[in-house]
């Protein structure tokens, strides 16, 4: 069943029924059970009674139902004019096309989603917009994910009831929930903390800890580990305007500094092989065939049976604090031994590997050939996409692209235990493999980046058909 047929009979929806119907989401694996969450982060216990939503829910936030309620003298302060401080700086401001933004990834390279309430459209179309959303980052979901709210430019016509919010989360698949690791809301007035404190006895504690208030973009850009967040102007503008006493953005970098970073660059310990560059390593580390050491000890280590298969293997996030001391350890030069380490360690080693390259494995050079990978007639991918990869890679990207695709595919030949389809795996590889140059990714740009690294493992045999040392010899 898909988005809209789950969701189209609950939004808005009648009053909620405080009897759990049954589910036939599927129970999670043996394997999955360390990390087993409820279906509903709502505490259902909650619920078994009448609910005393029913009364309360029915409009935006007014207590209908309540005898001592006088609209004439007393007004609901839900329903009082709320936003006007983050409403002023949105008055004319057009909703773009896509209805999220991707932000990129994070620390732990999980994929990160923005909403913003600037976008919302009238009450009468926000059933309708909910379902778009929905679609966009449906493909996402199975993997950790992290949703950013932009709180800026929410207004009186739409502003979502709390039934409509209620029902709109109780029709989410339980992988939109599950999957959830953090839920950063930006810019919090103090409507959204009555909102919050108003659901807040219906809620897990599980759920409740997701929640992160974020005041600041400088504070945000740590929270995710992004030194780049390129945001509508709106919002940066309000952020200006409540952060006034903030140290100034970073000018852009002079020649003097670029010099000055490129000569830091020399001095830096030629053991390093997570932040520097793909040739620095090659030159400076013991790589056969290009390998990076790190790069094809992490494939060796995932490449075991009883590994390879592990439900999820890229999907799950890895321990943090663990990848960070594992990629000190190998930027000091020590010899890291991976035999005990977690198996999501170690993939999310790989996937920082790639994260922290300098420029992105596939390139800058071929970012806007990529992106237009789902303009290219069917009959004409194939060999754009071989002579891309073939030819306009440089020899040590080449190198090591191919291997890890190689690698990729060992890994989908497993795909009924691990559940790594062509297309998870693009998913999860996509944006580590390539990114822009100067802005974040857009959904529009990452859904051919994706499409294009799918095409790839499913169609590796024929871009590969020769080694890349035989590209340059002549036949006579």
């Not at 936030?61 to 949105?90: G, I, K, T, Y």
């Not at 009555?194 to 400088?218: A, G, T």
């Not at 852009?252 to 830091?264: C, E, G, L, T, V």
Request: hydrophobic content about 35%; overall charge negative; some cysteine.
């Amino acid at each position: 069943m898909d988005a809209h047929s789950r969701f189209a009979p609950r939004l808005p929806g009648p009053a909620i029924n405080p009897i759990v119907d049954n589910s036939d989401e599927p129970q999670p694996s043996l394997s999955d059970l360390h990390d087993f969450e409820p279906k509903l982060e709502f505490d259902d216990t909650e619920l078994l009674a009448p609910s005393p939503l029913e009364n309360v829910m029915v409009g935006d936030f007014v207590l209908a139902d309540d005898p001592e309620l006088e609209p004439e003298e007393d007004v609901n302060p839900l329903e009082d004019d709320f936003e006007d401080q983050l409403r002023e700086q949105s008055e004319n401001f057009q909703s773009p096309r896509n209805k999220c933004d991707f932000l990129g990834t994070d620390k732990q390279g999980r994929h990160i989603f923005g909403i913003y309430a600037s976008r919302f459209p009238e009450k009468s179309q926000l059933e309708a917009f909910v379902r778009e959303i929905i679609k966009e980052i449906e493909p996402f979901v199975e993997n950790d994910y992290i949703l950013v709210y932009f709180h800026q430019g929410l207004k009186e016509d739409n502003k979502p009831s709390a039934q409509f919010l209620w029902n709109s989360y109780k029709e989410l698949d339980r992988n939109f929930r599950k999957n959830l690791k953090t839920l950063y809301v930006v810019h919090p007035t103090w409507f959204i903390r009555v909102i919050w404190n108003f659901f807040s006895p219906f809620i897990s504690d599980k759920f409740r800890k997701k929640l992160v208030y974020i005041s600041s973009l400088d504070e945000l850009r740590q929270a995710l580990g992004l030194n780049k967040l390129k945001l509508p102007d709106n919002i940066c503008d309000l952020d200006d305007k409540l952060n006034p006493s903030r140290k100034p953005s970073t000018p852009p970098p002079s020649s003097n500094s670029i010099n000055a970073s490129r000569q830091q660059q020399h001095k830096m310990a030629t053991t390093h092989q997570f932040g520097v560059p793909l040739k620095f390593i090659v030159v400076n580390s013991p790589c056969l065939n290009s390998i990076p050491p790190i790069v094809r000890k992490c494939v060796d280590s995932l490449s075991i049976t009883g590994v390879i298969d592990t439900e999820g293997i890229f999907r799950r996030s890895g321990n943090h604090s663990e990848i960070m001391a594992l990629k000190e350890r190998v930027n000091r030069g020590e010899d890291v031994d991976l035999k005990s380490v977690n198996v999501h360690v170690i993939a999310g080693l790989l996937k920082s590997f790639l994260r922290d390259l300098t420029e992105p494995l596939l390139t800058f050079e071929l970012y806007e050939d990529v992106t237009r990978f789902l303009d290219w007639p069917k009959e004409e991918r194939s060999r754009n996409v071989t002579q891309l990869i073939r030819e306009k890679l440089p020899e040590e990207n080449y190198e090591l692209f191919k291997y890890i695709v190689e690698f990729l595919v060992r890994v989908m030949d497993c795909e009924d235990l691990n559940k790594m389809t062509s297309s998870n795996l693009a998913i999860v590889f996509g944006p580590n493999f390539l990114w822009s140059r100067s802005t974040s990714t857009s959904l529009e740009e990452i859904a051919p980046i994706n499409a294009f690294v799918d095409f790839v493992l499913q169609n590796h045999k024929d871009i590969y058909l020769i080694d890349v040392n035989q590209r340059t010899v002549s036949v006579d």
